[in-house]
């Protein structure tokens, strides 16, 4: 017998529009840039989706693509492609390519995501999505 997954009560929200603040401030990894594992630059983190049940982070909107603020677009990623985190950067298992190639996103149409806006995006990254039974928060390596 298979379990059946679950989407009640998982919506997510921006952490901006939440009306919540993390517990510790030095945590906050919005704005800090984000590189893959070979250290070549993606773009930055712009925004956090939660998951309004359980209060984690779950989803990092990026910024890529961007030239002094202008064009560039916004993707979504779940936050289990994050590996490290240090004061400066975020480094996640996807490359640049893999990221402007994902599902479209865009934050002034998307104002209000249901919980089906973000589907796509864990099939594409190739990760379990955090409402199925079993999942697991993802580990990851915090350096000064």
Known sequence: MTQKASTENTSLEKLKDSGLEL???S???RER???DSSGVE???V????IDERERKIRMLEIRVGDFLGIGGQHVLCPVDAITTVTKDQVTVNQTRERLVHSP???PEIITAPRNEDFFPYYGYYGF???WNAGYQNPL????P
């Open 23 to 25: 517990a510790d401030p």
């Open 27 to 29: 945590q906050d990894i």
């Open 33 to 35: 840039k984000i590189v």
């Open 42 to 44: 993606i773009g930055h």
């Open 46 to 49: 712009s925004g956090l989706f």
């Open 104 to 106: 479209a996103y865009n």
């Open 128 to 130: 379990s999505p955090f």
């Open 140 to 143: 990851y390596e915090k350096r």
